[in-house]
């Protein structure tokens, strides 16, 4: 009995000792799989963001630049509304042969009125012939110079929206790279489905009206379709439309519908001219809204006025009382109105019309008087105990304008000489106090443009006498078709605009178990010197904590998660971000935060929760080649797919409009140095990026 | 051979209990307590090379981050820290941290001041020095020492933003840049005020790798830090816990990136003047058309009362686009004259 006794308590011990030595390892194991699974969500946070934050630097310089393109639109219709300022003072002399004017001022004395206001205005006249000659020679070269320096900045937007998508693959990358403990020996890497959703989110970007989430809502649970279709692609149900659109005239026309296969998801449908003129008119009300005070409205008046000197009358009768009060005011003088605005002569529904887009500009200057009148009839009733309250009978103010025709002036700069408005019924009519378009200030009622009722006889003799022959009648004097169009540029789409938030950024980052330093993985290469302690014989496998998910297994689920992680077990994990507008520096009048859009450079990103349908295709749920067929399977497929696509639909297509429009000799000097530049960010930088890729990929 | 009798197996089950029971608390008692001590700070290290790369995402470098590097010296003259403002009015106020301060708020608020009662909260003071000792929970088991020796922040340098794309959109900035500037000079010296008309200087940087380094303190471990685990000659030193350090120089590494700088706008001016580079209007607004456009002024009834006085080359609008509560306002449309209704 003494015998059997022996050693008991150690073989106890030691058996307790085997459990604690097991429970340290899982410690440790479980400290090192969650310190990696910590350092994976932090590589996956970080590369989503940075990638969302690069479209965020894209967005803004499309802000910045679009912004340029509107102030350098702006500073044509500043040539324009200068020239016609000077025009308008330099062609007195053909609104003084106007024949009220030959009769005398104070017969017998044969003075006539011309021969007073040749004198008068000749100051005038010499400022504006001497002011018109040099401006007239800007506005023949000015409009050129600027329209194709306008497209050029529209392709060089193109540009680098190629560069961003191509520096979203290399950040991701280099971010993925920059998290590991050891640079020289990666284990990290961004898998085939990372490079779908890089894939999937600049598809639909630029491309998202030619998807239909019909087939969607097929592969997801019934009753929840909805839910998950918004949290993927926001308030868009029923059709999607790209966020970012690319607007160029007559795109629409060149381009034709889709045709199906991988390249399908690059062309433009019918619907892309619709809202190339929503962007063109936007882009024209911008530019409207943009005018600088001297284009908008060039209004003066010198002068004197009579004061209205009648006064009110108060009438009592008892219980009522009637007040009474006519105004009656005189003001005599000289007036000047005037305006210049970014106007299309068409009606603006088709792309064709969107090329008829030009600066218009009118000034007329003219001397008279103007009558104000009113009149003002209140009755009140005062009664006992009720008390009193009164009525407005009446009330009216108008104005009695008689005005002389001094000068005035029309300039039209265009594409095509077509496109230039010939008659004044095409301007408008006098007595049209259309404020805003020529002028005029809804705010003050003396300033009602150049088409106020005060100018009514001069803007009748600018039209049916040949010499000032305005409104277009007078042909290349007044016509500049010097005009290379509205220019390329990006603008946002709608939906886009209201909630103020892009499509989903989504990364993947995953590495395999076998490199995580677990007792299982044996990194730490426990090694005495080649005894039986050394690595290649120790597998504690059991100690492996079950993170592999769908990916084991010999089922095809199995085999399409380990393609698309890139590894039979790997350690894996989303991220999502997004961009957002938010303005923290202005707000609009009525106190509100200002609307997204691709004019105001306050783009920035944040992480945000991965939509469940982003989850139900990183977990294999949903296979993307049912979202978007034919995309390829391999990452550096997709991506180089993606990045030559897009370099020949956004920018090839810019330059190809810009040499359009710019006429010989011009157009063959610049076109191999553009096509050049084209060509380094399209071939060579995206060649770059996918051997990039190459060697990242496991 | 003598039989084993009572008296000689007494006492025997408690020796192998003391000795088993020996192994089994070194494990307990020593292992267990320094496997969670080193996850914990290899855990709050790793949170902090995080926090260290987030930051930048927030508090910008400094106020001259970019405005130097690669630029024509007319332009880097013109530095752009004048877009950085730094005033009362806060939503325009530009968020600074040096490089020092930032590596103080990553000591302060992940390593030191921490792990007592009395919760420490993040304070602007955060940018200060140490802000006292590291928590007591990660003192060594055996010695009783402070494990934590120190904290590095290391590589916090804005780099460049790593792409060729960007690297050839710069070599296009850069011949604009070229070909802008006999245009600049000329301009300047009839009093232009855009000198930085065509340069595309915009922050082509803005990518931050920051690494934190967290050093242990072996010397203070049990046996000064010379321990080997694996002798053969039975001679383990005097502690056991500093036998970690046989293969190990006690650092713990973590390394973080992140794209920081979206490009956009800090300020009004800011925004102005990143629009203004590609306005060529900007040419004009120079003092002789200044006093052009007073004299002839005076035949509207002097610079109050004329239109010419309005005239403004140049001009260049960063208002808010139109909207109402928020949201976009339509364009209207009228026989080829498109504007908003506001």
Request: charged share 20%; net charge negative; proline share 5%.
């Amino acid at each position: 009995m003494n015998c059997r006794q022996n050693g008991q308590a150690i073989i106890f011990g030691l058996l307790f000792l085997a459990v604690v030595v097991m429970a340290l390892l899982i410690l440790y194991n479980q400290g090192q799989l969650v310190n990696d699974r910590v350092q994976l969500e932090n590589a996956a946070d970080a590369t989503v963001y940075s990638q969302a934050k690069l479209a965020a630097r894209n967005q803004n310089f499309i802000a910045y630049t679009n912004r340029s393109m509107v102030a350098n639109e702006t500073s044509i219709g500043q040539m324009v509304a200068l020239l016609t300022w000077a025009k308008r003072y330099g062609q007195i002399p053909s609104f003084t042969t106007y024949p009220v004017y030959n009769t005398p001022i104070a017969p017998p004395s044969p003075v006539t009125f011309k021969q007073v206001l040749d004198v008068v205005t000749l100051p005038y006249v010499l400022m504006g012939q001497g002011v018109a000659a040099p401006v007239n020679a800007i506005v023949q070269v000015w409009p050129t110079v600027v329209s194709y320096f306008n497209s050029a900045v529209g392709v060089f937007q193109k540009m680098f929206a190629v560069a961003t998508l191509a520096a979203q693959v290399e950040t991701g990358i280099g971010v993925v790279e920059d998290h590991e403990d050891d640079p020289d020996n990666p284990e990290m890497y961004i898998p085939v489905v990372g490079w779908y959703f890089f894939t999937q989110n600049a598809l639909l970007t630029y491309f998202g009206e030619n998807f239909d989430l019909g087939n969607l809502a097929s592969l997801l649970p019934a009753g929840e379709a909805q839910d998950m279709t918004r949290d993927f692609v926001g308030d868009q149900i029923g059709s999607l439309e790209n966020m970012i659109n690319d607007n160029t005239p007559a795109l629409g026309n060149k381009k034709g519908k889709n045709a199906g296969g991988k390249n399908s998801h690059v062309n433009t449908g019918e619907d892309a001219e619709a809202k190339a003129v929503e962007s063109y008119k936007r882009y024209a009300a911008i530019v409207n809204r943009n005018r600088e005070d001297f284009t908008k409205d060039r209004h003066w008046e010198v002068g004197a006025s009579i004061p209205d000197l009648i006064p009110e009358i108060t009438i009592p009768l008892g219980i009522i009382k009637l007040t009474i009060d006519l105004d009656f005011a005189i003001w005599g003088g000289v007036a000047a109105d005037g305006g210049t605005a970014y106007v299309s002569r068409s009606a603006l529904e088709s792309d064709a019309d969107i090329g008829m887009l030009g600066w218009s500009s009118i000034d007329m200057l003219s001397f008279g008087i103007r009558f104000d009148i009113g009149l003002f009839v209140e009755v009140e009733l005062c009664l006992p105990i009720v008390g009193c309250n009164s009525w407005v009978l009446l009330d009216i103010a108008f104005q009695l304008p008689i005005g002389f025709p001094l000068g005035g002036a029309t300039h039209q700069v265009v594409r095509e000489a077509a496109d230039a408005k010939r008659l004044m019924p095409q301007w408008g009519f006098p007595g049209q106090n259309d404020t805003g378009k020529w002028g005029g200030d809804p705010d003050d009622t003396n300033n009602n443009g150049a088409f106020d009722a005060f100018h009514a006889q001069g803007l009748i003799w600018g039209n049916i006498n040949p010499a000032p022959g305005m409104y277009g009648l007078a042909g290349s004097r007044d016509v500049t078709p010097r005009y290379a169009g509205p220019p390329s540029f990006f603008s946002l789409g709608g939906s886009f605009q209201e909630s103020g938030r892009s499509y989903e950024f989504t990364t993947a980052v995953a590495k395999s178990l076998e490199d995580v330093s677990t007792s299982d993985s044996d990194k730490h290469n426990i090694n005495s010197d080649g005894d039986a302690w050394d690595s290649q014989n120790v597998h504690f496998t059991n100690f492996d904590v079950q993170t592999r998910s769908r990916t084991e297994g010999g089922d095809g689920a199995a085999a399409y998660q380990q393609f698309i992680w890139g590894d039979d077990r790997p350690m894996m994990t989303v991220s999502s971000a997004e961009t957002y507008f938010a303005n923290p520096m202005q707000t609009l009048s009525d106190g509100s935060a200002e609307p997204a859009s691709l004019f105001s450079p306050f783009w920035d990103a944040r992480l945000r929760e991965p939509s469940q349908i982003s989850l139900l295709i990183a977990t294999g749920e949903i296979d993307f080649e049912d979202l978007f067929a034919g995309i390829g399977n391999s990452a550096i497929g997709m991506v180089g797919w993606l990045l030559g696509a897009i370099g020949d639909r956004l920018v090839n297509t810019g330059v190809d409009y810009l040499l359009a429009n710019v006429p010989p000799p011009v157009d063959s000097i610049i076109e191999d140095p553009l096509r050049d530049g084209a060509g380094q960010v399209t071939d060579l930088a995206v060649d770059a990026v996918v051997g990039e890729l190459e060697d990242f990929m496991p | 051979m003598r039989p084993i009798t009572l008296a000689h197996t007494r006492g025997q089950a408690m020796t192998e209990f003391v000795v088993s029971v020996a192994f089994i608390f070194m494990v307990l008692f020593v292992a267990v307590p320094m496997f969670g001590k080193l996850m914990d700070i290899k855990f709050q290290n790793l949170q902090a090379s995080r926090y260290a790369a987030w930051e930048r995402t927030v508090w910008l470098q400094d106020r001259h981050a970019w405005n130097t590097d690669n630029l024509a010296p007319w332009v880097a003259a013109n530095s752009n820290s004048n877009d950085f403002v730094i005033s009362n009015a806060e939503f325009e106020s530009i968020a600074v941290r040096n490089n020092d301060d930032l590596a103080n708020t990553v000591r302060n608020r992940f390593f030191y001041g921490h792990g007592r009662s009395v919760i420490k909260p993040i304070s602007a003071a955060d940018t200060d020095g140490s802000g006292g000792p590291a928590s007591p929970l990660w003192t060594y088991v055996q010695s009783r020492q402070p494990m934590l020796a120190g904290v590095q922040v290391l590589d916090t340098q804005e780099q460049d933003t790593n792409s060729v794309a960007y690297d050839v959109i710069g070599t296009l900035g850069g011949t604009v840049n070229a070909i802008a500037a006999p245009v600049n000079f000329l301009m300047g010296a009839l009093g232009a005020e855009n000198d930085d008309l065509l340069n595309i200087d915009f922050n082509m940087k803005g990518y931050y790798s920051p690494q934190v380094r967290a050093s242990l303190n072996t010397a203070a471990a049990k046996g000064g830090g010379s321990g080997q685990w694996d002798r053969v000659d039975g001679q383990w030193g005097s502690g056991i816990e500093d036998m970690i350090y046989q293969n190990w120089d006690g650092v713990f590494t973590a390394n973080s990136a992140i794209l920081a700088d979206g490009w956009n706008a800090q300020s009004v001016g800011y925004f102005k003047d990143r629009v203004d580079n590609l306005v060529l209007s900007t040419v004009f607004d120079n003092a002789v058309f200044d006093v052009v456009k007073t004299i002839a002024s005076i035949l509207e009834g002097g610079p109050g009362n004329s239109a010419i006085h309005k005239i403004d080359f140049g001009d260049i609008q960063v208002n808010p686009m139109p909207g109402e509560n928020g949201q976009p306002l339509p364009v209207t449309c009228d026989g080829g004259f498109c504007y908003y209704d506001d």
